[in-house]
């Protein structure tokens, strides 16, 4: 995760703001807890 603070990428998209390191987080962790796609992990 260190490496992933250095990329200063942003995007905003519909008043929101997110980094590519708080991104990739989501995606791992919601895969360990079980849930298979972007659906699941945005409900």
Do not use: D
Not at 9 to 35: D, M, N, P, Q, R
């Amino acid at each position: 995760m260190e490496y992933f603070k250095e990329i200063e990428t942003t995007e905003e998209h519909k008043g929101y703001c997110f980094s590519v390191g708080e991104a990739l987080a989501i995606v791992i962790l919601s895969s360990i807890c079980g849930l298979r796609n972007v659906s699941q992990i945005h409900q």
